[in-house]
């Protein structure tokens, strides 16, 4: 989506292209004062009352829709343009369209969505992620009786571009390919198997000696590869209830949290707030964070790394790093 161009007023099939103002040099953004606000107030929280259809039609896709902004231009670095969180009502959905200066990825969290990339169209069920690369159509479309709640994140290749180029087409009665042909990336908590260590390569425990659960793993969602903007990495983190992570630094990549099951606290430098289900959590270029679940149910994020280039990218790839030095408490893969 390309929210800014909407209020514009542009016009399907007409390509716009917007300058946006978080597009400043790296050094002066990470010499600039640190924002008065307190780590409480920067926790982003989806709407309690959902999202509705105020948004009305988006990209001319079938019906309307409601979204609202977690987290806006330039919070991850100059290469970040949002990240919005929403619903997708039955019989409405995002028309297709292209974004030749982006990278966004959608996650379904919850129920069956008609899902279009480059004009190929199939069912994905939730929770899962489609990646929409740079300079490749997508739509979505719900054609089920249940409401969609969905996330959506946006990385651009040039610092501070974002556009749309709307193709008309609402992908409403589009026919269905058996399997999806695009990128998708699955986030089912049954991925999260006792004694797989985040790689996936241990035996399976028996049933009289079951294993305990480790107290953190991490699962590789999405790689840096399927990405064409200094998007680096995409992670599925599940931390057991009394666990805690080891204090991460996020020198050359941000990162943005969202909680997709459970409670805790975050600790960012000397602050610590607590957070709960679908909240959303900056991790700024330059801070260092760590989480506790203070629940008693497993706690479960997903992680989006943002490098603040692509020469931080690149280097985190060749070095063979994952996420600029995943600490070892989080079941690196």
């Given at each position: ?63 309307t829709m409601g979204f609202g902004q977690l987290f806006g231009g330039g919070t991850f670095g100059p290469h970040f343009n949002f990240m919005h969180r929403g ?95 695009f990128i998708t990336t699955r986030l089912e908590r049954s991925l999260f198997t006792a004694g797989r260590g985040g790689r996936g390569n241990a035996a399976a ?129």
């Amino acid at each position: 989506m390309a929210l800014p161009l909407r209020k514009l007023g542009l016009a399907s099939c007409i390509v716009g292209v917007l300058v946006l103002p978080w597009a400043v040099d790296i050094g002066a953004q990470q010499n600039a004062p640190a924002s008065p606000a307190t780590l409480a107030q920067r926790i982003a929280h989806t709407n309690p009352n959902g999202y509705g259809a105020g948004r009305g039609a988006v990209h001319a896709g079938a019906g309307t829709m409601g979204f609202g902004q977690l987290f806006g231009g330039g919070t991850f670095g100059p290469h970040f343009n949002f990240m919005h969180r929403g619903e997708i009502r039955p019989g409405s959905g995002i028309g297709h369209h292209f974004h030749n200066t982006a990278d966004e990825m959608f996650v379904i969290l919850n129920g069956e969505a008609q899902f279009t990339i480059d004009g190929h169209t199939a069912l994905v069920k939730g929770p899962v992620g489609v990646v929409c690369r740079a300079e490749h159509s997508h739509a979505i479309y719900n054609s089920s009786n249940e409401v969609l709640q969905w996330i959506n994140f946006q990385v651009s290749v040039t610092p501070g571009v974002s556009d749309a180029f709307d193709l008309g087409d609402d992908r409403a009665g589009a026919s269905l390919e058996r399997v999806p042909t695009f990128i998708t990336t699955r986030l089912e908590r049954s991925l999260f198997t006792a004694g797989r260590g985040g790689r996936g390569n241990a035996a399976a425990p028996s049933a009289a000696q079951p294993a305990a659960p480790q107290p953190v793993i991490t699962l590789r969602a999405g790689e840096p590869t399927i990405f064409a903007s200094p998007w680096a990495y995409i992670d599925h983190v599940l931390v057991q209830p009394g666990a805690s992570t080891p204090a991460k630094s996020h020198d050359t990549i941000a990162e943005a949290y969202y909680v997709m099951a459970g409670s805790g606290t975050v600790t960012v430098g000397s602050e610590t707030a607590p957070f709960g289900k679908w909240d959303a959590i900056p991790a700024r270029l330059g801070e260092t964070t760590s989480f506790k679940n203070t629940g008693n149910e497993p706690l479960e994020l997903l992680v989006y790394g943002v490098a603040k280039d692509m020469d931080s990218k690149i280097a985190m790839m060749t070095s063979g790093r994952r996420g600029g030095g995943l600490p070892a408490g989080r079941g690196a893969q």
